[in-house]
């Protein structure tokens, strides 16, 4: 008699590994995709039009962008000015040749 609960017990968990699988490979599509608009709101084409800018005496990443008068957020524009540059912070040195987007 206790062989029907094997086979309806094995049935049950067969599903819930399914859903589980399932659950599991949606939640990895959904952050894949997420991921991938965000690097791509983030990420600087190889076909953009670059500029190089020597840093003088008192010039800080946000006053290059606002005098090239860059259109959107600044603050994004710095962190495309950083990557671009290799830059961990945002403090720049007198003399420095920093390549910028030009949009």
């Not at 084409?45 to 008068?69: A, F, H, P, R, T």
């Amino acid at each position: 008699m206790t062989q029907p609960y094997l086979v309806i017990g094995d049935k049950k968990r067969k599903a819930g590994r399914i859903r589980f699988i399932l659950l599991i490979l949606c939640v990895t599509i959904v952050m894949w995709l997420l991921g991938a608009s965000f690097f791509d709101q983030n990420a600087v084409g190889s076909d953009q039009e670059m500029v190089q800018i020597v840093v003088e005496e008192g010039d800080s990443l946000w006053s290059i962008c606002k005098e090239l008068q860059m259109e959107g957020d600044i603050r994004r524009m710095i962190y495309q000015i950083k990557i671009i540059n290799n830059l961990e912070q945002s403090t720049i040195y007198p003399g420095q040749v920093l390549l910028v987007p030009v949009h």
